[in-house]
């Protein structure tokens, strides 16, 4: 893989611009051999419902995704407001022995998990301050994409459809404004379904996509983990290749000039 197909957050280099969570898979066997089928080399962790070391009773995920293998990105998924979202965060940086990277998600309510944007401004203020490196789901608004940015986060996430939807991306009109603004990552996060759902975003300019449900809810979890993978992948590679422009006109695959009969 090229330099130009490789991705760096917070200082940190990754040859995968696919980012995969942990949670939904039937058991913990079954998320290894996803997570290792997607190439991925992030993995998103929800501290307040995934044991990394909470209960040292229990079954622990890093054991099947460790961190000397993969980086893994604790998340604040299922906090509302901005306080919980930052004590959950510590805790986090605490059992990670002092790991800086984390994803800030603050969601406004349970039915959508819309997030709730004045709470996500707020706590990532706060999370910069402490010196956490935060990637941060956001709406795709380009307005608020570049205020998180100015905020000092590392990445800029904005949902493509409602989490856990399926419904692909919506607005890629918003999405191109944020991609177009931005100097530092933007990554798709949420919305994806399928693997042309992948491939439109990368297609589109974004950084990476971060998935969980599509690849865990599918019928069979590791062929859709490595079919995520390359549709993330040729994305990229058409992105830099340059699309044809659209016209309401035909050209010929073959031009006329100089044919031999």
């Known amino acids: 893989m090229t330099q130009t197909n490789s991705l760096t957050i917070a200082g940190k280099t990754y040859a995968s611009r696919l980012l995969v969570g942990s949670g939904k898979y039937k058991d913990l066997d079954q998320t290894k051999l996803a997570t290792e089928a997607s190439g991925a080399e992030i993995i998103t962790v929800a501290i307040r419902r995934v044991n990394i070391g909470q209960d040292p009773n229990a079954p622990s995920l890093l054991d099947v995704v460790p961190p000397s293998k993969y980086t893994i990105l604790p998340n604040t998924a299922g906090c509302y407001t901005a306080k919980d979202a930052i004590y959950t965060l510590q805790l986090g940086r605490e059992l990670l022995g002092g790991h800086k990277l984390c994803k800030l998600e603050v969601l406004g309510d349970e039915k959508t998990l819309f997030p709730n944007m004045p709470e996500t401004l707020e706590a990532a203020k706060v999370l910069v301050k402490e010196g956490f490196d935060v990637m941060v789901y956001c709406s795709d608004d380009p307005i608020q994409a570049k205020m998180l940015e100015d905020i000092g986060c590392v990445a800029v996430m904005p949902l493509a459809s409602l989490i856990g939807s399926g419904m692909g991306i919506l607005n890629p009109w918003n999405l191109s404004l944020i991609i177009e603004q931005a100097s530092v990552p933007i990554i798709v996060d949420a919305g994806v379904g399928t693997a042309s759902d992948a491939a439109i975003a990368m297609e589109l300019g974004c950084d990476g996509v971060l998935m969980n449900t599509a690849i865990a809810g599918a019928r069979d979890p590791i062929r ?14 058409a992105f830099l290749a340059g699309r044809i422009a659209r016209k309401f006109a035909a050209s010929p695959s073959s031009p006329m000039a100089g044919r031999v009969v």
Not at 224 to 237: I, P, Y
Request: a neutral charge; proline letters at 0%; zero cysteines.
């Open 224 to 237: 859709m983990a490595r079919a995520m993978g390359l549709a993330v992948e040729a994305g990229r590679e």
